[in-house]
C-alpha cells in the first residue's frame, strides 16, 4: 500500500471506532459524565470544603484535574480493550487480517479511537466541572502534551490486553484490579506530600503519579513530582507499550493460528 | 503466463501437533473456475487460511498472481478476496458500512468505495437491507454480504469457502449465476465444497483433498468420464498377449488369464468381444469390477456423512 492507501485505511479504522462509541453513547460517555459529576460534588462541594486547601488550591481545584485524567484513563484504555476485543470474539478482525493493511496503521487506528474517546469525554467532564469551580491554565501546551501522551498510553495499554483476553471477563479484570487502584493511589484525591516518606517513594513507582502530577501542573502550575522526569517516564511507557503491541500485531500472536 | 494460484509443499502442523496438511501441490490458472472438493477435517479451510494469513504454513511456497506471500504478502492480499466459511463480520454493524469499511482496509477512497458499495448491495441483491444491521440478516443474506464484502476491491482471485453453506436451492442457483458471470468477466474462482455436483455445475477443473493430501487434480470432464466408466473383468482360455488391445478401447492385461476393459458411454462392450473372438479368444466368465474412482467417492461421502 502507498502512503495514501494506508492514510485513507487509518482513516477508515479510526471513523469506525468512533461511530462505535458514539452509537452506544450511554455506555461509552455517559457513565464518565455522571461519575465525575458524583465526584466533583461529593468530594469537592461537601467534603472538599472541609478539607481546606491542597497545594495552595480549594480542594476542587486541586481534585479536579486529577479528575479528568482519570477519565481520559478509563475511557481510552476502555474503548480500544472493548472494541478490539470485540473484534477478536466475533472474528471481524479477520477483516483487517486479511487486508493488506500494515500491522502499525491498525495500531495506529484503534489508538486514535481510544484517544479521541478520552479526549471527548475529558471534554465533557471539564465542562460539568466548570458549573463548580473555575479552572486555571496554567500552560496549555503541557495540557494538551499530557492529554495526549496518557489517552495513547492507555489506549495501548487497552490494546495490549484485548490480545491477551480470551473472555470478556479478562476485558474488566485490569481495569478492576490495577487500573483504579493505582489510579486512586495515583494522588487523584490527595497531595503526595501528605504521604510518609516511604509510601511517597514507592508512590513513584506509579506510572499514574507522573500522568496525574503533570496533568495538575500543566492546569494549576504545582506538581508533586519534577515535571521533565515525569514526560520522560509517560514518554517512555508509550514507547514501550506501542513497541510490544506492534510486536504483538506483527507476530499474529493469538490472532492467527 | 503466471498462475493464479500456485502452491508447493505446502504443509501445516497445528500447536497441538495435529497434521492438517501433509504437502500439498496445487495450480490453478488465471481464469479458471475451481473446485476444491473433500470431507469435513481434510484441509480445505486450512489451505485458504494459509492463502489469506489467517494461518501460518510450516512449510511450502505460495503466490496469488506471481507474488510470493513470504516475499510481499500485502501486495498478494491485494489479488484476493476471500469469503470465509463462517461468518465474519461484526453483527452490530450496518450491512453498507461493512462493505465501505472493508473498501477503506485495502486503500480505496471514500467516495469509491461508497460508489462501490452501491454497487454490490444491488449485486447482490441487498440494497433493501443496507441499513439494517448484519445480525438481523437471514443466513442466505448474511453469505451474501460477504461475497459482496470480498469483491469490494475488485480482486483477481476469489476464494469461497463453502459458499452455498445453509443457502436454499433457488438463491443457490442465482449464486451460480452469479458466480458465472464475474467468472466469464475475468475473475478466477477458487471455491471448496463436499459436493460434486456443485463442482460439476460450476466449475472446470478440480482437486480433491482428504487427510491433508490432494488425491487428484485435473478438469471436471475427464473426472467425470473416468467417473462414468464402467470396468469388466475378462476371464480368457488360453494364454494372453499382454500387447493385447483393441483399437478404441481402455483395455488392459491383468494377468495370463485377464484383461480389464474399461467402457465409456456410448462404448458397446460387444465390440470387444468380436474383436476378442476374431484374435481367437475366447471369454469364459465376466465380472463387474468397482469403479476405483466412484469407490473413492463414495467413501468420500460416507465420511461426510
Ligand atoms: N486451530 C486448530 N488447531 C488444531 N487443529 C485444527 C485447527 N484448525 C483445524 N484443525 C484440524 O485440521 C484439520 C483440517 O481442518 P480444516 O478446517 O482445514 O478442514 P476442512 O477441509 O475445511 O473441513 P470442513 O469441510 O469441515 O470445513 C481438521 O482435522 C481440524 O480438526
Ligand atoms: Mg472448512
Redesign the pocket.
Same mark, same amino acid.
Given at each position: 500500500m502507498n502512503r495514501y492507501e494506508q492514510y485513507v485505511a487509518f482513516m477508515t479504522i479510526m471513523r469506525k471506532e468512533i461511530r462505535r462509541y458514539l452509537r452506544i453513547w450511554s455506555q461509552t460517555l455517559l457513565p464518565s459524565a455522571i461519575t465525575m459529576s458524583l465526584y466533583y460534588v461529593i468530594f469537592g462541594n461537601l467534603i472538599g470544603s472541609r478539607i481546606g486547601t491542597m497545594g495552595g488550591f480549594s480542594y476542587m481545584e486541586f481534585v479536579v484535574p486529577g479528575l479528568i485524567m482519570m477519565a481520559i484513563v478509563t475511557n481510552s484504555y476502555a474503548n480500544v480493550v472493548a472494541s478490539f476485543f470485540g473484534a477478536k470474539f466475533n472474528n471481524s478482525v479477520e477483516e483487517l487480517l486479511v487486508s493488506p493493511i500494515p500491522p502499525y496503521i491498525i495500531l495506529c487506528g484503534y489508538v486514535a479511537g481510544g484517544v479521541s474517546r478520552g479526549i471527548l469525554v475529558a471534554v465533557i467532564v471539564t465542562a460539568v466541572s466548570l458549573f463548580f469551580t473555575r479552572l486555571p491554565i496554567y500552560s496549555p501546551l503541557l495540557v494538551i502534551l499530557v492529554v495526549a501522551l496518557t489517552s495513547i498510553l492507555f489506549s495501548l495499554l487497552g490494546f495490549i490486553n484485548a490480545v491477551f483476553a480470551n473472555t470478556f471477563d479478562d476485558i474488566n479484570i485490569v481495569p478492576t484490579f490495577v487500573l483504579t487502584p493505582l489510579t486512586y493511589l495515583g494522588g487523584v484525591f490527595y497531595s503526595l506530600d501528605l504521604l510518609p516518606d516511604f509510601w511517597a517513594a514507592v508512590s513513584q513507582a506509579n506510572p499514574l503519579v507522573y500522568v496525574v502530577s503533570a496533568f495538575r501542573f500543566g492546569m494549576l502550575g504545582v506538581s508533586d513530582v519534577n515535571i521533565a522526569f515525569a514526560i520522560g517516564m509517560i514518554l517512555l511507557c508509550v514507547l514501550a507499550a506501542f513497541s510490544y503491541s506492534l510486536h504483538l500485531l506483527r507476530t499474529g500472536k493469538r490472532l492467527r493460528? | 503466463m503466471t498462475a493464479a494460484l500456485q502452491i508447493e509443499g505446502l504443509k501445516k502442523t497445528? %500447536?497441538?501437533g495435529?497434521v !492438517?496438511l501433509q504437502g500439498i501441490d496445487l495450480t490453478v490458472e488465471p481464469g479458471d473456475f475451481f473446485a476444491l472438493l473433500?470431507?469435513? #477435517? !481434510? #484441509?480445505?479451510?486450512?489451505?485458504i #487460511?494459509i492463502i489469506s494469513s489467517l494461518v501460518s504454513k510450516s512449510a511450502g511456497k505460495v503466490s496469488v498472481h506471481g507474488v510470493d506471500i513470504d516475499q510481499n504478502f500485502p501486495l498478494a492480499k491485494t489479488h484476493l478476496g476471500l469469503v470465509p466459511?463462517e461468518f465474519n463480520f461484526n453483527v452490530f454493524e450496518k450491512v453498507e458500512d461493512i462493505l465501505t469499511n472493508q473498501a477503506g482496509y485495502y486503500g480505496i477512497p471514500r467516495n469509491d468505495a461508497l460508489r462501490r458499495t452501491e454497487h454490490f448491495l444491488e449485486r447482490l441483491g441487498l440494497t433493501e437491507k443496507r441499513d439494517t444491521r448484519a445480525r438481523m440478516l437471514s443466513g442466505g443474506m448474511k453469505r451474501r454480504l460477504m461475497i459482496a464484502r470480498a469483491l469490494i476491491h475488485s480482486p483477481k482471485l476469489l476464494i469461497l %469457502?463453502?459458499p452455498t453453506a445453509g443457502v436454499d436451492i433457488e438463491m443457490r442457483r442465482s449464486m451460480y449465476d452469479f458466480l458465472r458471470e464475474i467468472n466469464a468477466a475475468g475473475t478466477t474462482i477458487i471455491l471448496?465444497t463436499?459436493y460434486l455436483e456443485e463442482a460439476e455445475a460450476l466449475c472446470r477443473n478440480m482437486a480433491i483433498?482428504n487427510h #491433508?493430501k490432494i488425491v487428484t487434480n485435473r478438469s471436471i470432464k475427464d473426472l467425470l468420464r473416468d467417473l462414468h466408466k464402467e470396468v469388466f473383468l475378462l476371464d480368457c482360455a488360453g494364454q494372453l498377449d499382454s500387447g493385447l488391445n483393441v483399437p478404441g478401447f481402455d483395455l488392459e492385461v491383468l494377468d495370463d488369464h485377464t484383461v480389464q476393459v474399461a467402457i465409456e458411454k456410448g462404448q458397446d462392450l460387444a465390440e470387444v468381444f468380436a474383436a476378442l473372438h476374431q484374435k481367437n479368444i475366447a471369454v469364459v466368465s465376466m465380472r463387474n469390477e468397482a469403479n476405483r474412482l466412484e469407490q473413492m467417492f463414495v467413501n468420500l461421502l460416507e465420511q461426510t456423512a
Open positions: 493460528t | 497445528y %500447536d497441538n495435529f !492438517a473433500g470431507p469435513n #477435517g !481434510a #484441509g480445505k479451510s486450512t489451505t #487460511g466459511q %469457502d463453502e471448496t463436499h483433498i #491433508g
